[in-house]
């Protein structure tokens, strides 16, 4: 069994980029792949990212993902900032046993 | 399009057990992909209860597997959750959702809130 770790919250401007940590506690991050959620408030979640680095059809290209194995974690990157990209976000992927695991979630506040 | 649509009652005594049923339309569940339960506290975080193949094979989350079943009606196109001996503690809204061969749900329903409480 395995957690992934992200920070509680994160802020920026509109226009600007930010980034949202997921550290896997155990295991290699490369070894399975890494989706992320974003939820508005009183949503379902939606996919921004799936496959670590795969967009949808219909999320902007300022979402990317990626996985850094050096610092076993994913990050989510979001450019351009718009105030319609406040929501929480939460990163999830598994194990070799199929179990899913999603990190605690981080609220993006746009300010 | 793809739609997932939960279903079950909204409050559940304390000891008794959780039942939810999910109505899936657009997709036939017999033709693949994989089969979810998450659920999420109210202002917390999303937690996985497990997940069923369409060849049958369950998958649960260690924490809930002692109480936790789910099951596959492919003739009525759902799958179900049940969940034993709840507590205050399994208040949550309940999602049920598709998995993809990635493992990650690409679609989900909207939700039911279901309350422990007697």
């Known amino acids: 069994n395995f957690m992934l ?13 930010v980034t949202i940590s997921c550290t896997r506690s155990s295991g ?13 408030p009183g949503s379902s979640p939606t996919t921004v990212i799936y496959e670590d680095n795969q967009r949808p059809s219909g999320v902007p290209d300022r979402f990317s993902g ?29 194990d070799s046993t199929l179990e899913v695991v999603f990190g605690g979630g981080t609220k993006l506040t746009v300010l | 399009q793809v739609q997932l649509q939960e279903s079950g009652p909204g409050l559940v005594k304390p000891s008794e057990t959780l039942s939810l049923t999910c109505t899936v339309s657009g997709y036939s569940i017999s033709s693949g992909y994989y089969w979810g339960w998450i659920r999420q506290p ?11 193949y369409h060849s ?10 002692s109480r936790v079943t789910i099951s596959v009606d492919t003739s009525k196109n759902q ?20 998995g993809s061969s990635s493992v990650y749900f690409d679609y989900w329903g909207q939700g039911t ?3 422990v409480s007697s």
């Open chain 1, 66 to 94: 990626s996985i850094d194995s050096s610092s076993n974690s994913a990050s989510l990157t979001i450019s351009g900032l718009k105030t319609e990209d406040e929501a929480d976000y939460y990163c999830q992927s598994y």
């Open chain 1, 5 to 17: 770790t992200q920070p509680h919250s994160v802020s920026e401007s509109p226009g600007k980029t």
């Open chain 2, 56 to 65: 049958g094979s369950t998958y649960y989350n260690p924490s809930l597997k």
């Open chain 2, 79 to 98: 799958f179900s959750l049940k969940l034993s001996s709840v507590t205050a503690a399994d208040t949550a809204v309940y999602y049920c959702a598709r």
């Open chain 2, 113 to 115: 809130l279901v309350t």
């Open chain 1, 28 to 40: 290699s991050i490369a070894s399975n792949y890494v989706q992320w959620y974003q939820q508005r």
């Open chain 2, 42 to 52: 109210p202002g917390k975080g999303l937690e996985w209860i497990g997940s069923i």
